[in-house]
């Protein structure tokens, strides 16, 4: 949602864009009403489960490990705070003003992010493009980084 805003902003100060699994909208879901919830009573025991939905990956446990010990450097309170700043946040009726070359690379397995969102995005940004990693979970940047590297070099020297 930031990178979005940020483009809507000031599209000038870019030449291109990368949205990974990417939401333009804060409305709460179901999921996340559990994550928050789940922030506010134990909030330990809620990011380990967060990381290891964000990364199902088999192959991933030193990426898993790596991402427990990132999220667990905050706390529940500034969690719950994150997740609340950005409930009223609809880019939606904006998206189509995007004209910038854009990519959404998005992780079949990600059940954090709908891929639905991902194919919003695909049709509401013009000159954009859905790549979709049929290995990969939410966070494919840290889990497949060669991939992601792959696309970007492919869609941005076209």
């Given at each position: 949602m930031v990178a979005l805003e940020a483009v809507l902003l000031h599209p000038e100060r870019f030449t291109g864009l990368v949205i990974v699994g990417g939401r333009y909208t804060g409305a709460p879901t179901p999921a996340r009403d559990r994550l928050l919830a789940g922030c506010k009573v134990n909030f330990s025991a809620t990011m380990d489960a967060f990381v290891n939905a964000c990364s199902p990956e088999d192959d991933c446990d030193a990426e898993r490990a790596w991402g427990k010990l990132i999220v667990n450097r905050s706390n529940g309170p500034d969690a719950v705070q994150m997740m609340e700043c950005v409930e009223h946040v609809d880019l939606t009726s904006r998206l189509t003003a995007i004209t910038l070359p854009t990519l959404i690379?998005?992780?079949?397995?990600?059940?954090?992010?709908?891929?639905?969102?991902?194919?919003?995005?695909?049709?509401?940004?013009?000159?954009?493009?859905?790549?979709?990693?049929?290995?990969?979970?939410?966070?494919?940047?840290?889990?497949?980084?060669?991939?992601?590297?792959?696309?970007i070099d492919e869609f941005f020297t076209r």
């Open positions: 690379l998005h992780g079949r397995k990600d059940v954090i992010v709908s891929l639905g969102s991902s194919e919003t995005l695909a049709l509401l940004i013009p000159n954009s493009k859905l790549v979709i990693a049929d290995d990969a979970g939410h966070v494919p940047t840290i889990t497949r980084p060669n991939w992601v590297a792959q696309q």
